[in-house]
T-cell receptor, first 116, second 111 residues
Framework: NAGVMQNPRHLVRRRGQEARLRCSPM?????VYWYRQLPEEGLKFMVY????????ESGMPKERFSAEFPKEGPSILRIQQVVRGDSAAYFC??????????????FGPGTRLTVL | GIQVEQSPPDLILQEGANSTLRCNFS?????LQWFHQNPWGQLINLFY???GTKQNGRLSATTVATERYSLLYISSSQTTDSGVYFC?????????????FGKGTHLIIQP
């Protein structure tokens, strides 16, 4: 049973370019979460999605960042006009349909974004 | 939002030693997880433990939800246990569904 898959594993962009990060959840999982790990800030929640719906985007920067989880295909985290401060590891996690409060988030290997 | 604090921030031990890592959280939780981030940056699930005690090999964890803390025990440490250990939790009162992470405990096991 494959785990959470993320690609690319490493991504290099120049300032002003767009970055697209992909996440395929574990089989049977319908909930996706994105987190960002900045060197001095630790791991921070960004957004929580279900198929075709954004449930909680309280951790998303207000500008340049967007996320989607279409009916078919992987979840996409999109960063427009990247700046050096966007350099970080971006992790995706998935969880099965909730059964009350009991759910575990399983993390992918992450995408390391470097902005030159 | 919920606050998660971990201690100690750094820990250096000899191979074979035992260790206890602590996680305090500020409010009631419906999800508490322990992770190990290895030197390659991967986050490895260790335990899902909003309450009670679990064991997996040399690792075990206990969460006392009423007192708002969780402990991770590592016995007979090996060099491969080195890395950063994170505790993360979700507030049970609703609102954000994302995990709030502590700053981690950086563990170094020396041969």
């Amino acid at each position: 049973n494959a785990g959470v898959m993320q690609n690319p594993r490493h991504l290099v962009r120049r300032r002003g370019q767009e970055a697209r990060l992909r996440c395929s959840p574990m089989k049977g999982h319908s909930h996706v979460y994105w987190y960002r790990q900045l060197p001095e800030e630790g791991l921070k929640f960004m957004v929580y999605l279900q198929k075709e719906n954004i449930i909680d985007e309280s951790g998303m920067p207000k500008e340049r960042f967007s996320a989607e989880f279409p009916k078919e295909g992987p979840s996409i985290l999109r960063i427009q006009q990247v700046v050096r401060g966007d350099s970080a590891a971006y992790f995706c996690a998935s969880s099965p349909p909730r059964a009350g409060p009991l759910y575990t988030q399983y993390f992918g290997p992450g995408t390391r974004l470097t902005v030159l | 939002g919920i606050q998660v604090e971990q201690s100690p921030p750094d820990l250096i031990l000899q191979e074979g030693a035992n260790s206890t890592l602590r996680c305090n959280f500020s409010d009631s939780v419906n999800n508490l997880q322990w992770f190990h981030q290895n030197p390659w940056g991967q986050l490895i699930n260790l335990f899902y433990i909003p309450s009670g005690t679990k064991q997996n090999g040399r690792l075990s964890a206990t969460t006392v939800a009423t007192e708002r803390y969780s402990l991770l025990y590592i016995s007979s440490s090996q060099t491969t246990d080195s890395g950063v250990y994170f505790c993360a939790a979700t507030y049970s009162g609703g609102g954000a569904d994302g995990l709030t992470f502590g700053k981690g405990t950086h563990l170094i096991i020396q041969p």
